[in-house]
């Protein structure tokens, strides 16, 4: 069975960082594009970031290149996501999901989430 | 980037009947077409991808079909358990970044 379990959520303050992780299970995480996701309060999905199965090439959307950055250990089973200079809005529950085979950024299992909240 | 623009905002649909929602794209997006459902307080789930392919796991009462920029989700014999709000994404890679529309909500009449 895939799992997918985030930790590392919290409260932060504008301007601040916070590091994201995400434990997979259940298949083999080294041979799988990985990908966060986020869905502010309310509202709808966000596909924020994507890493190939090598960790050797990512991608951003614009509205977090440069301040976020997504790495992966594959020794550890475990994807990454570093969100530094956060604004209030990146405000959101961040989803780490398994992208769907011969896609780039489609989450065909999804974990339950981690709260990020950006206030001061 | 791509716009998703969904309808209705929210479908109400009496138990076993017919639930039909429509997705449109402001271009092109090929077969690059997905759908999720993402039930009261839980993660997405992938229903659809390729327009009309059901993910692992998936009811054959789910169907997808389309093409273009003209896009249906299905949903025959409903049942309370699919009451959720349901999301489709575009992710051709042609257009830029991958986008999801805003949602229909499926309620239970």
């Known amino acids: 069975e895939v799992q997918l379990l985030e930790s590392g959520g919290g409260l932060v303050q504008p301007g601040g960082s916070l590091r994201l992780s995400c434990a997979a299970s259940g298949f083999t995480f080294s041979t799988y594009v990985m990908g966060w996701a986020r869905q502010a309060p309310g509202k709808g999905l966000e596909w924020v970031s994507s890493?190939?199965?090598?960790?050797?090439?990512?991608k951003y959307t614009d509205s977090v290149e440069g301040r976020f950055t997504i790495t992966r250990d594959n020794s550890k089973n475990t994807l990454y996501l570093q969100m530094n200079s956060l604004r209030v809005e990146d405000t959101a529950v961040y989803y780490c999901?398994?992208?769907?085979?011969?896609?780039?950024?489609?989450?065909?299992?999804w974990g339950q989430g981690a709260q990020v909240t950006v206030s001061s | 980037d791509t716009v998703m623009t969904q309808s209705p905002a929210t479908l109400s649909v009496s138990p076993g009947e017919t639930a039909t929602l429509s997705c449109r794209a402001s271009?092109?997006?090929?077969?690059?077409l997905a759908w999720f459902q993402q039930r009261p307080g839980q993660a997405p789930r992938l229903l659809i991808y390729a327009i009309s392919a059901r993910a692992s796991g998936i009811p054959a009462r789910f169907s997808g079909s389309g093409s273009g920029t003209e896009f249906t989700l299905t949903i025959r014999s409903l049942q309370s358990e699919d009451v959720a709000v349901y999301y489709c994404?575009?992710?051709?890679?042609?257009?830029?970044?991958?986008?999801f529309g805003h949602g229909t909500k499926v309620e239970i009449k």
């Open positions: 890493i190939i199965s090598s960790g050797g090439s990512t």
């Open positions: 271009q092109t997006v090929g077969s690059n």
């Open positions: 994404q575009q992710y051709n890679k042609y257009n830029k970044w991958p986008t």
């Open positions: 999901a398994r992208v769907l085979s011969g896609t780039y950024d489609v989450g065909d299992y």
